[in-house]
């Protein structure tokens, strides 16, 4: 490196130094001190006129040291990384930006960080050092084939980035070259071998059925860390779906099942390392060279139109189940929700009817404790009634025999004074008024104004006698009714 810039700088020197003494600024010191003769001089001015030869020597002398420049000395862009080699054999990595001397060598640009892109709008081949292109490598769709023999046309992009160690870097570029061999010979190779390889690991329907991320996942690992090394079986498995006839479809329970109830399916099973128990590997060879994989992605897989159709059939046919099994709940949620208002009813009337048996066994309690409380009433009204009446007839006992001692004494009495004067006083009052009445009787009496009949006393014609008789006959039937004596006792 020393060797070369002593060299360039030795010649920019001298090209300096010689335009300026075309130009006669270390001529004219030269003749101030008196080391040119006067004829030499003469004979330097002949020819060409001075202005015009200064001029010429001048334009040489620029142009000697434009080309010299742009052979010794190269402008380093950013983004890049640049292979130097000079004239004297040495070689070396500028990863710097700006002006870089390679003194009259070769120098390759190669990118940071290559794309290799597999699309259907730019496939216009390798460019690796063409700042235009859209990518290092665009390539078309490459065609790849699932697990389940399903062909398709991947889109896919990868970012490969360079190694910028020294030792690490001219390794890389001896084996290689050129970005374009690189390209080429390793990484497009690598790019198209791992796409491939990570659909065989998984059939178009895993893919289509939510593994597309699964897809990408492997795809970037296997670019990074290598190739998983497998081996593909086919496999007979028990069939999750039991295949049934459909004899009688209004019994579903009863319907017989066919065929062995297996299924073939292809596995591929990752070979493992029998002292780590890890997954084997191929390794990628570009990362021998500090090639690293900065990013992966796979923007778009377009299967054949075969498997498009079926995928179509598949979709209408799982849109027509999940019909059926909308219609199906729906049915379902009608059933319950008939079940529902049946059950609703059904305890609303259960309600009401334990609403209804609440108020009459309510009221039939109550009218229990009606009767129960009139009873007692009733109760408590007869033993105040029995305990009255024991009351009363203790009363009418005392005034039972009050009476019966009020009696026993007046009859006492009485018998005392009947004894005494013989009823005197009360067979008077009786005889006045026994007397009184026939009196009364014969005031009162009808008398006839004419009398027909004999006077002898035969026929009864009303007159004084006959009443006076009548009068007397009573009196004496009342008096023995009384039973006393009209007569008088004498006293002895």
Known sequence: MFVETLIAVTLIIAGAAAWLWRRGVFRRN????????????????????????????????????????????????????????????????????????????????????MTVLAD???????????ENSTAAASLPPLNIMFLDQVDADAMAAVRFRLPTESTTFLTMAHEYRTPENLLRVALIPSFQETLQATASLMSAEDYYSGGRTEFINEFENQMQNGVYIVKRKEVLRDSIKRQTSEADASNPDVQDEFGDQQKTVFVVEKLLNVETGLPLRKEQKFTLYGITVHEARVTNMKPNAKFVGRMEQKQEASAMRAIAREQKVQEEEQRLLAIARGDREVAERQAAMKVEQIEATTKAETRKKET?????????????????????????????????????????????????????????????????????????????????????????????????????????????????????????
């Open 30 to 113: 030269y003749d101030e001190t008196g080391g040119q003769s006067g004829s030499r001089r003469s004979s330097a001015a002949g020819g060409f006129p001075a202005g015009l030869r200064n001029g010429i020597v001048a334009l040489v002398a620029l142009s000697l040291i434009a080309v010299t420049f742009n052979q010794v000395f190269f402008y380093a862009e950013p983004g890049y990384i640049y292979h130097v080699r000079t004239i004297t054999g040495n070689e070396r990595v500028v990863d710097g930006v700006g002006y870089s001397m390679h003194l009259f060598g070769r120098v390759n640009a190669w990118k940071k960080a």
């Open 120 to 130: 259907d709008t730019t496939a216009d081949g390798v460019n690796a050092e063409n």
């Open 372 to 492: 129960l409380i009139e009873a007692e009433r009733r109760k408590q009204e007869a033993e105040i009634q029995e305990q009255t009446a024991k009351i009363l007839l203790s009363k009418a006992k005392v005034d039972a025999e009050a009476v019966k001692v009020a009696a026993d004494a007046e009859s006492y009495r009485k018998a005392k004074i009947l004894s005494a004067d013989n009823a005197l006083a009360q067979k008077l009052d009786a005889e006045i008024e026994i007397q009184g009445i026939w009196a009364d009787a014969f005031a009162k009496r009808a008398v006839p104004q004419n009398v027909f009949g004999a006077g002898d006393g035969g026929t009864p014609v009303g007159s004084d006698m006959e009443v006076k008789n009548f009068m007397q006959l009573m009196t004496l039937d009342a008096a023995k009714r009384l039973n006393y004596e009209r007569s008088l006792q004498t006293s002895e």
